[in-house]
């Protein structure tokens, strides 16, 4: 089955500057790769997400990159703000189009400091 | 206003004892998931289940079960048989073609 590495698992960073959380999975078949934010006792929200046929997507100050060869996949914040701080997840998803699990990474706590 | 639902957002049961989560979306998502958060670990899918009157079990489905009547219900049964129940409980929905997957709030289940 598939399986994802997030790294790192905590990451500080300053107000205003970037942070980057790097993800990698096991299976080519592989072809959605969500990420979610979570905050402190709540659910996860997707915030962006990136397909197989795509290599980069951007929406604001957060982007996702994709490398299919190396099998890996990046979340980017730029110009960070203390509300990013929060518990970010990675996922990938096999088959695309059917009611198929999501398979998560372990998660980065993100803190932003002022 | 459109959204997922889970009740309650704590519950507290004796051990030996069975207990249902609710999931309730009126987002007319076709598809539905359970899945189970412990701490300092990812998501893992329980169940879900893509059509009424129909599931399928998840990677840590042993000591669960589920029902789909309605598609706009996925209640969740943890039995006495789930060895380590505690646990934050998350329930999702996917409109088609099952890519995004949407989050409810939540339910901490604290077994005593």
């Known amino acids: 089955g598939e399986n994802v590495e997030q790294h790192p698992s905590t990451l500080s960073v300053q107000e205003g500057d970037s942070a980057v959380i790097k993800c990698t999975y096991s299976d080519s078949a592989s072809n959605y790769f969500p990420w979610y934010k979570q905050e402190l006792g709540k659910g996860p929200q997707l915030i962006i997400d990136i397909r197989s046929n795509v290599g980069e997507k951007k929406d604001q100050r957060i982007a996702v990159t994709l490398n299919k060869t190396a099998k890996h996949f990046s979340l980017h914040i730029t110009e960070t703000q203390p509300e990013d701080s929060a518990v970010y997840f990675c996922a990938a998803k096999l088959r695309s189009g059917t009611a198929s699990k999501l398979t998560f990474g372990t998660g980065t706590r993100l803190q932003v400091t002022l | 206003d459109g959204g997922i639902t889970q009740s309650p957002k704590y519950l507290f049961r004796k051990e030996g004892q069975n207990v249902t989560l609710s999931c309730e979306q009126n987002?007319?998502?076709?598809?539905m998931y359970w899945y189970r958060q412990d701490p300092g670990q990812g998501l893992r899918l329980i169940y879900y289940s893509q059509i009424v009157n129909d599931f399928q079990k998840g990677d840590i489905a042993e000591g669960y079960s589920v029902s789909r009547e309605k598609k706009e219900s996925f209640p969740l049964t943890v039995t006495s048989a789930q060895k380590n129940p505690t646990a934050f409980y998350l329930c999702?929905?996917?409109?088609?073609?099952?890519?995004?997957?949407?989050f409810g709030p939540g339910t901490r289940l604290t077994v005593l």
């Open positions: 987002l007319n998502h076709d598809a």
């Open positions: 999702a929905s996917s409109p088609l073609p099952y890519n995004e997957q949407f």
